[in-house]
């Protein structure tokens, strides 16, 4: 799956949650995020920064793969 915008990431990542059954406190706590940033990640998509960071351990626990691709 490519994702070309952090709201198009979100919103795979906000289905992906859902279909493992995962709330966002689950979410947080797996992620050692706070339960307040998983829910204004999800509900303002793409009107803040991610670290990527943060999207790694996202990546960890949903259990999907991160790569990032250079233009030259």
């Known amino acids: 799956m490519q994702v070309n915008s952090i709201k198009d990431l979100v919103e795979k990542l906000i289905e992906r ?4 059954g995962i709330s966002q406190s689950e979410l947080a706590q797996l992620c050692n995020l ?3 940033g998983i829910s204004k990640f999800e509900s303002n998509a793409g009107d803040r920064e991610v ?3 943060t999207l790694f351990k996202l990546s960890e626990v949903l259990g999907f ?3 990032l691709e250079f233009e030259e």
């Open 17 to 20: 949650r859902k279909s493992l």
């Open 34 to 36: 706070s339960v307040n």
């Open 51 to 53: 670290k990527l960071s």
């Open 65 to 67: 793969k991160l790569s």
